[in-house]
């Protein structure tokens, strides 16, 4: 018999396209002899004075309780949703019944005594 080996397991993942950045000073030497605008760079965080400081560039801000804050608004849209949802099934449901009343018509009927069809019981009986 001989020894069994394990056989490779084939993936199906596929690697990515590499790409080779260029050097910084290659960068910078381009732009100045094209005279091109600098158009890389991170966006400008600067607000103006009257606006204080914007908790989502603030270092200190505790970022949970924004979180929280934003799921109970979230929570609070949702429960609105329900509420306009079941307000309007109990006034269609009301506007139902009182269409139902309308139509509907009182038959009375007469239980008391006395044979209605004139068919005999032949149960218990005695002759």
């Known amino acids: 018999m001989g020894y069994r080996y394990k056989k490779p ?7 990515v396209e590499k790409l080779e950045g260029e050097p910084i000073e290659l ?9 091109e605008p600098i158009s890389d760079g991170a966006p400008s965080i600067f607000t103006e ?7 989502a560039y603030n270092i ?3 970022r949970f309780e924004v979180a929280a804050d934003a799921m109970d608004k ?12 079941a307000k309007a099934k109990a006034d269609k449901k009301v506007a139902n019944s009182d269409v139902n009343e309308a139509k509907a018509e009182t038959k009375v009927v007469n239980i ?3 044979d209605v069809s004139g068919a005999k019981s032949t149960e218990g ?3």
């Open 9 to 15: 397991a084939k993936s199906g993942l596929t690697s």
């Open 27 to 35: 960068k910078i030497e381009r732009i100045v002899s094209n005279k």
């Open 49 to 55: 004075r009257k606006d204080g400081v914007v908790s």
């Open 60 to 62: 200190r801000t505790d």
């Open 74 to 85: 979230v929570a609070g849209s949702i429960q609105a949703k329900r509420d306009s949802k």
């Open 112 to 114: 008391s005594g006395g």
């Open 125 to 127: 009986g005695a002759k």
